[in-house]
Structure formats: structure tokens, C-alpha cells
């Protein structure tokens, strides 16, 4: 709040759906924040002209009448950030859906006040720090365990330094108690376990580094062949039905970060639903706590007010920057940045703005890149180390690709994941076409997968993938002449590929085994597909037909292997291996 | 709310709309009384409000309305239906007046048609399996309570019978709870809206309907209030009564040229094909009207029908539907063409919510992967008759010819069924699906569970 300041009150003059104009708004900022009407729905000013305001609401307009009270709050849109938040689903401006329910029951009313954490909660409270000491902006000065795995570092809020005069001992405390005074140049400032940060400003870090450490995803696809680096940006493009969330989802709930921001924008309201139904019961496969410990999700429906969608974005990025700020790997997921990108070109055609490609706003591709470059392994001002990953869906219309926020995305994006509709009508899940897909971090990783996984890593990655390529080119020749022309090792590309597709790419989200395939068992499937290569291309020079290569028994074997209970797959693999030679050699023995 | 007062202070009368001056403290979106010089009354909704002026968009069209005698009356509230239990069985016009010649209801109480939005915390996630009695969808794509599957068709495809043949067959297996049918229909013809009646009647359906009817030459912009009206009723008994809503809105394209129309006349940027840019929203705010919520017995579950202009389902309509709703179910010419009922094309269709509606104590243990072998079976057959149509089936190997064999099958026995057929999902879709499965060895069942191979293969 700007103290000292007569408060500013204007009255709307206009009202078309969700934006609103006001007059007498002189003196207001741009992007303050300002309360509508007796209900005080939230707004926010997007445009000045003269003491002319315009004003996005968050929320349903419906019977605003022209004459009502606009009073402006001073600030811009921030939100609260303390002890309390993981393990919450909030609405795109970090209301938390559970209390508006209690308010106001099944269906989202307007108007509903709801601070995201609780501030009558004690938590338990252990100082880090001790009077006298010196300390600086974003230092750690205590911990609270939030959850069983998530201890939440308390910092010292950005633009503070100076010496603790005062600090709390061991002991519980509210999000509002003063916890630590500290004396500074200005004089001394309290600080509290809550923090407040407007959601459009990034915070304030130290410098940023290259990504060079992978994400593990557990998913097949995206670990040995297209990774992306923690603090990397991914994008997945897909159609409708082509498995763009259950790809999202699979990401929430099997990748290693340590906290998971899923935004749900302008999404589905049983997905939401889904996600909150299945994270407390899934296992993180680290500690075995349940998931939704270290998940924050903000879901605004398609159905809720689309200023709020626009705003979600912004909100998820904040939080997930505070976490990246005690140091920790955050992971955020956008599902999807294309209804974020409507929400902006809704907003955008009501303030008759000149639009620019197919009716999104000229500063599309501003706000994209803007989103997309508050991801980052950086060091904190505290100098730890701390990542956001931002991955984010995109639904292009018409599955088209060459449609505006597809391409403004690619162009800022080092990852991408090119969902394939021609692949989900075929049940080949996860829908991720491998030709077209690529990774830019694949490079800035190797050194981790070869130190970390196996020193094969690249090697493997290469062989597959051009067997793949070379699969596409021979397809193009079976269509014009048919798979008997080909001679006998490109035949044996086609069965090796084959594998590569079914036992290996293909990966089922939904298998209790399946869903989540650690590092070393994709790097021991894949030695056996190759190695099936291998030897059948040496038994071929030996005499056998590929037709009998084709019949193997081994083949259902490997076809199964993904089944196979992790723990126990090192030893299954050379199970796999020994019970592959020994076909092979009886193959060559019965020439 | 403000108090009632009469303008007869109109500008401008253009398209659908009307822009009234001189007025004062006029709410967004409050409802409109029109009153026309010859006496004829309309209804309309304030889409602009302004300080001394309102734009009204009249729902029963401009027709015959002057700009020196028509009275417009603004009413302080906004678009409410009343309704009550006695609905059921009932048809109302578009806008929710009775044409059945019987009566008007005495309503119990009054909700506003645009609904609120479902807390998604409040959502109870939709796993209750209904039979629908299709195979193609029971087996393939399968619909549950709570859910929003939209049928994508074309101009003469049999979308109706199919959408009838739902209406009347859907159950929850072994249930016997209270059930309704909410029919909205937007600018259909004449002749289908009677289809839809006879068949309703002749089945017995109709007892337990409520159908909102804006035929093809009513006027186009009812057409944005019909399916709001259904929506409403829908809600009122599912969460009020504890009903089971199927709602079946016919047909979305018609409602989207009408959403056009208005954008059109308010002079707005268009997004693409001319549609307005807030269209996503607009349809979602329909959709997402579907679900079921946490300690309530009822459930509202949509089937909309839409038809894609020239069968593109990456036009605007099918594309932003097939992005809110849970999955589709795609009906093509190709399959009507060789006389396949229903003609389903499984491969586009999809039910998003089948995973949890499907399994031990639902369905039956092995229903996700027999569905998939079927999928995947079933594809690969039709690749290879694209390759067939190029280097015969001479070139095809043993295996291939297999799956060329089973792609036919599959839609001769398991896609095709009476439009009276009622099959159960075990003794019908299950045991049929098994046996096509078997036409393949088992080693290439690779999607079924090795124990459910052993257990319901059947030996040739």
C-alpha cells in the first residue's frame, strides 16, 4: 500500500464482458490492482487513457451496472507466499479452491475473499540464523517442515539486508508473527514466514548457468532420446486426443524434481478432479511419500472467468520461482499455454487493439518469451543452486503447427515434444513422433547421462535413432512396391524397428509397472533391442532367413520386458540375453 | 437491483441487436422486455453496458421491430428458468416457453441460465460405467456419468438414429436409479425434431424427457439461450433431485453460425473462419456444464452432436470442441457408404475418461487391453489395405494378410449392429471381440495381459 495517498475511487462508465472501464482513475498504475463493486471483485488496470481506466475483472461481470464504485488497492496483483502452499489446489489468482468452497459451496460464486495459506496455522519454526549476524536479501534464516518431504526454508525477503537484531527461537509460529527484525541502512524491518511478491515481476537471483543436468522423467522417450535439462524450457504441441496431458500428467508425476507446479489454464474440470484424486495416492518413487506433497496446482478451468486464466500463468511462475529460490528443482508444468494465449487475444479484441496473426495481440510472442526466460538453473541470491523447468503444452488448432503460438514458442524453446495424431489413432502412446521432435539440450547433458547412466548412453541414442530414420525412408518404398522387394537386412531393419517402436517408445501411463521406467531399465531395454540387431544381422551372414529371424520366441520375450518389476530387470536382461544367443545359435545350428 | 423503467429511445436496430439510449444504470447482462408496436412481446439480453446507452441482443430476432414504437423494459435481473420436478416429459421452445399446448409449469424456483462454474475441488471424478449397448463405444470408447462426449458427423450420416438409439439404451448395469433425458435441439429441421419425437415416443423415452426444440426457421439467435436452458434443467435435476441427466444437444454447428452471427453484428475482430475469438470460452461454458459433484447422488453427462462442416474436423467447431470435451466419438461417410450402422470410426474417436470406467468390478479385468489390441489390430489392417490398393494382397505376407482379414471383420461383426440392437458388454461386445482377436496368434496380442490370453482366447 502507498501510504500517505488519498485512496483513488472512479466509476465504471462501460461494461462488455470481462473488461470494464472506469472513470476518474486518475493517479492509478498500470497493472494496479482494483476491487469492483460492492461485491469488490478483483481487477486489474491494463490500459490508461486520461482518467480513463481499463479494467480486466477476474471474475463474472454480470450485473455490474454503470455507476458502480471502482477503488484501487494500491498495489499490483501479488500473491502470498508461505508455509502452506504444497499440497493446495488454488484458482488462477492463488485462491484456494477447498476454502471457496466452504464459502460458497459446489458452484464458484464471486466476490470470495480467501488468503492461499492459512494464517491462524502454527508451524514449527528452527532459526538458522543468530542476533548479530549479518544477513542478505533471499538469505535462509530458519526452516519449517511443511510436508514429510518438503522442508521450506525461510527467507529473507528481496531487498533487505542489514543485521539480525531480533530472531525467534525454536518454536511455533503464525505466517504473520514477526519472526526476525533486522536493522538496515533505512531503518530496522520485520520479517515475517509470509512473503509477498507481485506474479508479473520475476524474482530477483544472483546470475544464471547453463542446464546441464537432465531431468528424469521415467519416460522413455524423453530420458534416452529428446531430455530436457533441469531449468530447460520443453514444449508438446499436440492435437486433441493426442495425449498432451496424460503426458503432462505422467511428467507431475514421475519426474525428479523436487517440487511440481501443475497449472491446469483454461483446462478440463475433471482433469483437475483426476489430479487431485490420483497425486495422494501415488508414491514418489524417491522417499515413497505420497506426490501431492510436493505438488501445487492452480486449476482454471475453461468454464472459470478467462482474466484469471491469463493471470494463472504468471501465479504458477512466481511460486515456482520462490521454491527455485531455497534452492530447490522445480518443475512447472503449463496445460496449456494456448488457452493462456486465447485468454490474452479474448482481452486483447475487447480492447479493440489492432490484432496481429490470426487475432492473437501483436505482444504475443513478447509474453511467450517473457514466460518462457523466468525458467533457469540459476544461483540464488543466497548462492545455492536452484532450477525451474517450464514444460508446456500447446493445443495448436487443428493440430496445425504453423499457427502463431506454436511457432513464437519453438522459437524460444529448446525442447520439443511433437505430439502425432496419426500415432494416437494407432494407440502409440506416448503420441510423440520421433522424427520431428528434438532436444537442443542433448549436448549439455551428455556429459551427466555418460558419468550418471551408462557411458553407451549416445551411442545407443544414435544407433536407435537412425535405424528409426532409416525405417521412415524404407516405409516410403514397402508403400510403392511392397516389403517382400526389399532385400534381407532391410528387412531386418523393419523388424528391429518394429521392436523399437512397440517394446521400447511405447510406454503405457497407465501400467502399474510401465508408468515409470528408471534410467538404467531404458538403457538395459534398449542394449537388448540392439544387441537383437546385432547378433540377427550376424546370423543372417551365417545363413538364416530373416523370415525365421522374424518367428523367434525371444521376440514375445522382449516384448514383455517393459512388464518386468524394475528392481529385478539387471538380472532379467541377461536372462534376456543368454535365452536370445541360445536361439540364435540353434538358428544357425540347424542350417 | 434497480427498479423497472420503460425506453422507447432506440438508436439503432441491426442484425440481432438493438442499441438503446438515454438510459441509466442498465447491468451487464440483465434481461430485456421488448414490447413491439403491434403488441407482440420479445426478450433480450444487454451484451454492452455504457453510461447512457445499452446494447440488447433480441433473442427472438428484429423482425418487424420499429425504432419509434417499440417499448423496452429492463428488467434489473438476469436470464432466469423457472423450473420444477414437472418439467419431465414436457417441450418448451428454445427459449424455455411451453409448446405442448399443455399448461405453463409452476416453477419451483428460479436459476439463472448461465450457471456457475463446478469448484473443480468439489468434483466427484466420473467413473461409473454406462452401457451404452454400442460395441464401438461400450468396448472402444466408453462413456461414463458425469461425462461430455460429443458426436462428430457430417451432413446425411445417421447421427440421430445413433444419438436415439443412446438415449434409449444407455443404463447403469444392474441399476435401476432415476434417469432423465434433457433434449436440446438448435436449428434442426423439422423432420429430425420429429424423428426425435416419434422415437422417444414409440420407446417410452419420452415420459422421462425434457425437450428445449428451436427449430431450423425459428429465430437463430434463441439458439445461444436453448442450450442453456437444457443445462440448467439438467443441473436443477441432477443436483437437486438426484437424478441421472443425459443432455443431448443437437446440433452444436448451428449454435456456433449463430454465436457468429452476433459477433458479426457487433462489428468484433473475428478469430479464424470469422467465429469470435471467445469462442473456446463460450462453448466451454457449455461443456464444462457436464460432470458429477462430491455427496450428491446426480450426474449430468452430455452427448452433443455436431456436425463438421464438409467433414474437416480441424474446423474451428469440432477443433475447440474436441479440446474441452472428454473425447469423441467420430462417425464417418466411408463406413455409412458400405452400409456399416453405426458408423463409427474408432480410430479418430476417443473417450478420455474410459481408464477409469473400465476394468475388475466395472467392466471386466481385461477391457483396457482387449480394447487396445482391438485398436491397434484394427489399424494396422487398414494400413494394409491402403497397401493392398498398391501392390495387391499376393505381396502381403501370412501375418499381414491376418490383419487385412481382421480390419474387415471388425467392422462387419463388431462395429455393425442393429439400430435396435441392445448389446451387453459381456455377452455382446466382449464375446465378440474376443473372437475376432482369436482370427490373430497369440503372440501377436501383445497389449493383452498374458493371463487374460490364456483365459478367454478361444481355440479355432
Redesign the interface.
Known sequence: MKKNQKQIVGKI?????PVVQASGMLGVQMYEVVKVGKEGLIGEVIELRKDIATIQVYE????????TEVVATGSPLSIELAPGVLGN?YDGIMRP??I??EQ??????RGIEAPAVDHSKKWEFTPEVKKGDKVTEGQIIGNVQETSIINHKIMIPPGINGEIVEIAGKGTYTVDDVIAKVKTEKGIEEVRMLQKWPVRIPRPMKQKEEPSVPLITGQRILDTFFPVAKGGTAATPG???TGKTVTQQSLAKWSDADIIIYI?C?E???E???V??TFPKLKDPKSGKPMLERTLII?N????P?AAREASVYTGITVAEYFRDQGYAVALMADSTS?WA?AM??IS?RL?EM?GE??YPAYLATRLAQFYERSGRVVTLNNKEGSVTVIGAI?P????FSEPVTQNTLRVNKTFWALDKSLA????FPAINWLNSYSLYVDSVKEWYLKNASEHWAEYREKAMSLLQKEDELKEI???????ALPDTERLVLEVTRMLR?DFLQQNA?HEVDAFCPLTKQLAMLEIILSFYDRALKAMENGVSVDSIAGMKI??VI??MKEHPNDTFEKYAKEIKSKMESEFSSLEGSQ | M?KVVEYNSIREIAGPLMIVEGV???????LVNIELSSGEKRTGQV?????DLAVVQVFEGTRGMDSKGTRVRFTGE?MKLGVSKEMIGRLFNGIGKPIDGKPPIVPDKKIDI?????????????EEFIQTGVSAIDMMNTLVR??KLPIFSEAGLPHNLLAAQIARQAKVRGKGESFAVVFGAMGITFEEAKFFMNDFERTGTIEKMVGFINLADDPAIERIITPRMALSTAEYLA?EHGMHVLVILTDMTNYCEALREISAARN?????RGY???M??DL??L???A?K??G?KGSVTQIPILTMPQGD????IP??T???T???IVVSKDLHRNGIYPPIDV??S?S??M??GIGEGKTREDH?GVA?QL??AY??GRDLR??VA???EE???DRDKKFLKFADLFEKRFVQQAPDENRDIIEGSFRIGWELLSTLPK?EL??VK?EHIEKYYVKQ
Open positions: 462508465i462501460k461494461i462488455a464482458g463474472e461481470t454480470t450485473g455490474i451496472a454503470p455507476g489446489i479452491l477447498n471457496i468452497k460458497s459451496g459446489d458452484f464458484i460464486a492435437g486433441f486426443g491446469g483454461g478440463r474440470g475433471n483437475m478432479t483426476d487431485l484424486k486449476a478451468t475453461s468454464n472459470m478467462v488457452r486465447e487475444r479474448e479484441g479493440e490484432p490470426e487475432g493445443s488448432p487443428g493440430g496445425d489413432s494407432r494407440r502409440h514397402v508403400q510403392l512396391v511392397g516389403p517382400d512397440e497407465y521376440k514375445d516384448a514383455r | 434497480s441509466r444504470g442498465i447491468a451487464y447482462g440483465e451484451l454492452e453496458a455504457r453510461e438476469t448461465n450457471g456457475q462454474p463446478i469448484n473443480p475441488a468439489s468434483r466427484e471424478f466420473p458425469g461425462q443436483f468484433e475482430i473475428p478469430g479464424r469470435p475469438g471467445y473456446y470460452t466451454a461454458n461443456y464444462e456444464r460432470g459433484i462430491k450428491k474436423i480441424s474446423h474451428p477443433d475447440l474436441g479440446y474441452i472428454e473425447g469423441q480410430l479418430p476417443l478420455r475418461l481408464n477409469e483396457s487396445n485398436y491397434s489399424a494396422e491402403d497397401l498398391v501392390v495387391g505381396a502381403l505376407s503372440n501383445k497389449k498374458q
